[in-house]
C-alpha cells in the first residue's frame, strides 16, 4: 500500500486482471451463484423487517453525523478508553501503524501474532512488515488464512476466499498445512484448519489482534463481528490484545449499535447477527490492551466534497454480491485490498492513476447504492470518479478516442441512423477478428446477440403513419 | 520512527470534516407477534444451537453424563454444578484447551436472534465461551428480551470490560459456502430453559 501511497504504482488494467479468472469457467459460474445467493439471502432478511428501510436512512444519518463531527468523537473515544485502561495510539499512515504492532510485540519479546480478520490490516500491508522483522502471524479466519497461505489479498471483504473451489483448497493445504490434498471434503479441510490454528492461541510470547467493525465514542468500546470465534480467541487468551482501528469506525453511542447490528450480518450473509457480537471496552486484569487508531488516507478522503461518504461504508460486502461486474471479475482483479463497487470508489482516493480503470468496471445499473445499508451511494461516485479520471486525462488513449467518435455519432440523429443502419449489415458479415479485438475489451468474453433484420427506426416508418 | 500525537491526529480530521450533520432519533420500533420464548427458540435453532428444557440442575447434571461421559472434562461456572476442572479468575486462560464442555449462565437472551449475552461476571474467565470444545448454557426463560434495538438500550455494556452476543457455536462457511459448525470456537451450544 505503501507504493499506492507514493504513487510509484503503474495503472492496473482491470479488464485484463479479470482475464485469468473468466478463463477459469466453473470458478466463474459458481462465483456468480454463491455470491448471488448472498444477495437473495440478503434480501428474504431486509423484506422479511418492515423497518429496513428506515434503518438504511437511520444507518446513513448517524455515520454522516458522525463523520462531520468525527473530530470531536474520536476525542470522547480517546478519553474513554484511556480511562479503563486501554492505551491509545496515533497512525498517520500504514507504515506508522505496522511500527506501533512491531514496536508493541518487540519491546515485550513477543513473537507470535494471532488475528482475527482486518481489512485495515491486509490495506496496511501489515504482514509483509512485521513476517521479516520475526513476527510470526497467524491469520484465524478460514478464509483470511487460505488467502495468507497462498499469498493473496482477501477477494471479498466478508468471504475472502469465494474466488477458490474445494479442490484449490485442498490442493493448497496439501501443500502449505501437510493435509491430504487429494482430499477435498471440506469437513475435513476447515477440521484440519482448525487443528493446525488452535494450538497458536496458547502460545507462549503470543499477542492477539483485531479489527474493530464499529468504535464506539461513548464508552470506548470495540465491537468486533465474527462467525468463527476467533476474535473472541484473540483477545480473550493472550496477555496483549492489539486492536486496529480506522477512523470511520466510530459511531456515538452504544444505542446506535441497535441499528447497525441489526443490519450488519444481514447485509453480508443474510443471517440475523453474527455468530458472536463482541464489546471489548478494556482490559482483563492482568493484561493489556492497546487501540491503534489509523488515518491512512482518510482524513484526505472526508474533505473530498464528493466522495467522503465512501466512508460511511461498514463492510458489509452486499454492494460486492450484487454487482454484475465484480461477480464474473473476481476480487483479485481490482487490485488491492478492496474490491466490487466500493472497491472501484475506495481504491482511486488513494492513487488515482492505479486505479483509474476500476471505475469503469461498472454497468452503473445502480444496484449497489440500492443494497447498501449505509446508503453509499456507490454508483454516483463512480459516475463522479469517471469524470475526475477523464478531466485529468487518466483515461486510457483507446478508451478515450473510441468515446470521442461514440459521443460524435450519439450527438447527431443523421449520423446515428445512417451508421446503425449500415452496422446491421456490417455486424453479419465482419469477421470475428474485427470485432473481437484487442481494442475492444468488452468484446473479449461477450458474443454479440443476432442482429434484427430491420432496425427500430425502419420498422417504426413502415408500422405507423406518421403525420406530417 | 516519528510519533504522531493525540492533537496533530485530531487536528487533521477536524480541518477535513465536512459541515456538521444533525443526529437522527432512533425510534423504538414495533416488535413482531409471537412469544419471546418461541421466538427465541426458532432464531437460535436457525443459527444452528439447541435448546432443552430444563426442570432442575439435575437436568444440566445428567446432559453433561451423556453426552462427555463420566470421564468428561468439565469446567463449570455455574453455582451447583461442580465440574471436574477448576475455574478461577485469576487462571491462564490457555488452561481451558483441553476441556470438553464449559456450563456458563447467561444475563439475558434475545428473541429476535436467538442470542445470549455474557460479561467476564458470568464467564469467570472470558475463554470458557471459546476455547473448551462444547458450550451448555443456562437461560432464564423469563430473561429474554425481544431485539437488538432492546438490549442495546441495556445499560450492561457500560460496565462490563467484555462483553458478547453469543448466538449458536462457531461457524464458518467460506470453503464454497458449505456451513460448518465448529470453526475456532466451540463445536456446539446448547441452551438449557432454567429458571435462576
Known sequence: ?468 | MTMTTRETFLAKIRAAQPAARPRPDVPLFDTPPGERLERFRTALAAMGGTVVEGESLDTVRALLAERFGADGKVASAVPGIEGNRALAADMSPALLQDVDAGVVRARFGVAETGSVWFSEDEYIVNSIGYLVQHLVVLLDPAQIVDGLQDVYRRDDFKAARYAVLVTGPSATADIEGVLIRGAQGVRSLTVVLLAA
Open chain 1, 1 to 468: 500500500m505503501s507504493d499506492v501511497v507514493k504513487g510509484k504504482s503503474k495503472r492496473l488494467d482491470h479488464a485484463k486482471a479479470a482475464g485469468a479468472f473468466i478463463a477459469k469457467e466453473d470458478h466463474v459460474a459458481f462465483h456468480d451463484k454463491r455470491l448471488w445467493d448472498l444477495r437473495s439471502k440478503r434480501d428474504a432478511q431486509a423484506h422479511g423487517m418492515p423497518e429496513w428501510e428506515t434503518l438504511r436512512d437511520l444507518a446513513s444519518g448517524i455515520k454522516e453525523h458522525t463523520l462531520s463531527n468525527l473530530a470531536d468523537y474520536l476525542d470522547q473515544f480517546i478519553t474513554q478508553a484511556e480511562s479503563h485502561g486501554v492505551i491509545v495510539h496515533y497512525a498517520s499512515t500504514a507504515e506508522e501503524h505496522n511500527e506501533i504492532v512491531y514496536k508493541l510485540m518487540s519491546e515485550r519479546g513477543l513473537t507470535t501474532l494471532v488475528k482475527s480478520k482486518s481489512m485495515l490490516t491486509d490495506e496496511c500491508k501489515m504482514r509483509e512488515y512485521i513476517e521479516p522483522r520475526g513476527i510470526t502471524v497467524m491469520e484465524t479466519d478460514l478464509g483470511e488464512r487460505i488467502q495468507q497461505l497462498d499469498n493473496q489479498d482477501p477477494s471479498h471483504m466478508v468471504v475472502p476466499a469465494v474466488h477458490k473451489l474445494r479442490a484449490d483448497v485442498a490442493e493448497l493445504f496439501g501443500r502449505t498445512i501437510g493435509t491430504d490434498p487429494k482430499n477435498s471434503d471440506i469437513h475435513y479441510l476447515a477440521e484440519s484448519q482448525r487443528m493446525n490454528t488452535r494450538p497458536y492461541f496458547v502460545r507462549e510470547k503470543t499477542a492477539g489482534m483485531t479489527g474493530c467493525n464499529f468504535a464506539v465514542a461513548e464508552t470506548g468500546t470495540v465491537v468486533v463481528c465474527t462467525n468463527e470465534g476467533n476474535a473472541d480467541l484473540s483477545a480473550n487468551v493472550p496477555p496483549l490484545h492489539i486492536a486496529s482501528i480506522g477512523i470511520e469506525k466510530l459511531i456515538p453511542r452504544i444505542s446506535d449499535l441497535g441499528v447497525f447490528i441489526r443490519m450488519l450480518s444481514r447485509s453480508a450473509l443474510g443471517s440475523p447477527i453474527t455468530q458472536y457480537t463482541s464489546h471489548f471496552r478494556a482490559p482483563r486484569p492482568g493484561s493489556e490492551m492497546h487501540y491503534i487508531l489509523v488515518d491512512h488516507g482518510r482524513s484526505e478522503r472526508l474533505a473530498m466534497e464528493d466522495f467522503w461518504y465512501s466512508l460511511k461504508c461498514i463492510r458489509c460486502g452486499a454492494c460486492m454480491n450484487t454487482c454484475p461486474v465484480y461477480r464474473r471479475s473476481g476480487g483479485l482483479s481490482y487490485g488491492f485490498t478492496y474490491s466490487g463497487p466500493i472497491g472501484a470508489i475506495i481504491n482511486p482516493t488513494y492513487d488515482m492513476k492505479r486505479f483509474s480503470s476500476l471505475p469503469f468496471a461498472s454497468t452503473l445499473n445502480g444496484s449497489c447504492t440500492n443494497v447498501c445499508p449505509t446508503k453509499v451511494n456507490i454508483h454516483e461516485q463512480i459516475y463522479k470518479w469517471r469524470e475526475v479520471i477523464a478531466a485529468n486525462h487518466e483515461v486510457p488513449f483507446v478508451k478515450q478516442e473510441v468515446l470521442k467518435m461514440a459521443g460524435r455519432l450519439l450527438a447527431s440523429p443523421t449520423l446515428y441512423r445512417g451508421t446503425v443502419a449500415s452496422l446491421g449489415g456490417a455486424l453479419k458479415r465482419l469477421p470475428n477478428f474485427v470485432l473481437y479485438n484487442p481494442l475492444n475489451i468488452w468484446g473479449r468474453q461477450r458474443d454479440l446477440p443476432e442482429t434484427p433484420a430491420e432496425t427500430f427506426h425502419e420498422w417504426y416508418k413502415k408500422n405507423r403513419k406518421v403525420a406530417k
